[in-house]
């Protein structure tokens, strides 16, 4: 077995896809948008847990930019925004990415105030309602996509 069949074997075992532009854009970017989000969630519900861990540093934005890049793309990439011009897929992929991230952020902020000042429990909440928030929009995606015909 060659090098390259070797690599090739070795990510599809772990689940990865190959390095190409078209896969870094619409599989990675995304993927590592999802972690920003899951981190974005436990900042807004737990900010002195994150301060711990970056002390001189506010990475609030960095984590919200990269979740607004990931699902941004993820959205651009989707098989109902696929006979829209650029424009129109950019405009449409933007608008869902933004009302996706800010209107958890202020769903966690709603969360926040109800929730009892326990680290623990602001944490697990935040993740657990990112997560579920992920589930619902991709479950949605998914579904607009089933609506347009397969192309034969």
């Not at 190409?20 to 969630?41: D, K, R």
Request: charged fraction near 10%; charge should be positive.
């Amino acid at each position: 077995m060659s090098a390259p069949e070797s690599k090739v074997s070795a990510c599809s075992k772990l689940g990865l896809k190959p390095l190409t532009s078209q896969n870094l854009l619409f599989y990675y970017a995304p993927a590592q948008g999802v972690l920003s989000y899951t981190a974005l969630s436990v900042n807004v519900m737990n900010p002195s847990l994150v301060l711990r861990v970056f002390p001189k540093r506010d990475i609030t934005n960095i984590l919200l930019f990269n979740a607004l890049l990931g699902s941004g793309l993820y959205l651009y990439n989707r098989p109902h925004l696929a006979v829209l011009p650029p424009k129109e897929k950019l405009l449409y992929s933007a608008f869902g990415a933004v009302t996706f991230s800010l209107g958890s952020v202020l769903i966690w902020a709603i969360i926040r105030s109800v929730v009892p000042q326990n680290v623990a429990l602001c944490t697990a909440c935040g993740i657990g309602s990112g997560l579920a928030l992920i589930k619902i929009g991709t479950s949605y995606a998914n579904s607009v996509d089933s609506l347009v015909p397969k192309a034969s």
